[in-house]
């Protein structure tokens, strides 16, 4: 059965916002297809089309995320979801010499139970496939006006190279106040750890959309009596964490506690977190487990 395009795009778009946020992770998305005049013009400028190349774009989706730290760890998530096209693939290497604007653009398959309809006329034209762009908050508007403004319109700057490098320079005092905002948060997430706020501390450590539930009693007794068992949830890895939430599926709500006992079980592994730990969530992690 073959489904309109718009619902295949929206239905992939129902699946990354549920993975997402089975991690917890803070982003934003948006998504569209194109629609019949940027369609048709795109296809008519270019005559490879159909014969050298097809066309993946067709429905766009981009991720928004609030870290830069997250854009891998959402990369290698979405890859256990969709089939990526890794040789179509367009991220932008970094190094210590030249700057740049990154992209960080993917192509996934469309997968075969969510086949969409094409007029015959394009059909040959149009791989059945997905462009996925995955930015950062703060570059977002950046590109966003480049593309509208530069991008489109690229014999507009021509006669400016110093004011378009000027251009480029405010995307790379984004970059390095993304890095910045992580560095701070780092360091209040310390300072908690510091005055033994826990709950602050894991707040500010992991950075993910928690639900709004204090940390209970009994942990905060555990960890009052003994400091160095809260450095070590302190010094859990955050991408690790993120990862091991969507490989081992956790489907509880995120939020202070759950992290705690989630963490416990496959990385701290601390009798005394383990006994005032919901015995059903343990059952279900060492299933899953298993499964892995």
């Not at 549920?18 to 917890?24: A, V």
């Not at 609030?66 to 290698?76: G, L, S, T």
Request: hydrophobic letters at 40%; one cysteine or more.
């Amino acid at each position: 059965m073959k489904y309109p395009v718009e619902v295949v795009s929206q239905e992939i778009q129902t699946q990354l916002v549920e993975t997402l946020n089975q991690m917890g992770i803070m982003y934003r998305i948006f998504g569209r297809v194109k629609d019949h005049v940027s369609l048709k013009y795109k296809l008519e400028r270019d005559t490879e089309y159909g014969v050298t190349k097809y066309l993946q774009d067709l429905i766009g989706i981009r991720i928004v995320l609030y870290f830069a730290d997250d854009i891998k760890i959402v990369h290698e998530v979405i890859g256990r979801v969709f089939e990526e096209r890794e040789k179509d693939q367009s991220i932008d290497s970094m190094n210590e010499t030249t700057f740049k604007p990154v992209r960080y653009n993917l192509v996934y398959d469309v997968p075969p139970e969510k086949d969409y309809e094409l007029s015959p006329e394009i059909a040959h034209k149009v791989d059945k496939t997905f462009e996925l762009q995955i930015r950062t908050v703060l570059s977002e508007g950046w590109h966003e006006v480049e593309h509208d403004l530069r991008f489109k319109y690229q014999d507009d700057w021509t006669p400016f190279p110093i004011e378009s490098r000027m251009f480029n320079g405010v995307y790379a005092s984004l970059e390095t106040n993304e890095w910045t905002m992580i560095k701070i948060l780092e360091e209040i997430a310390y300072g908690h750890y510091k005055r033994k706020n826990w709950e602050a501390m894991i707040r500010q450590k992991f950075r993910l959309r928690l639900a709004k539930v204090n940390l209970k009693r009994e942990i905060i007794d555990i960890f009052d009596g003994d400091n160095e068992l809260a450095k070590k949830f302190y010094r859990i890895d955050r991408t690790k964490m993120i990862s091991l939430f969507n490989k081992m599926q956790f489907d509880y709500p995120i939020t202070v506690n759950n992290i705690i006992y989630f963490a416990n079980v496959f990385i701290v592994k601390d009798v005394s977190i383990t006994e005032i730990t919901p015995q059903v969530l343990i059952d279900e992690c060492l299933e899953k487990l298993e499964r892995v």
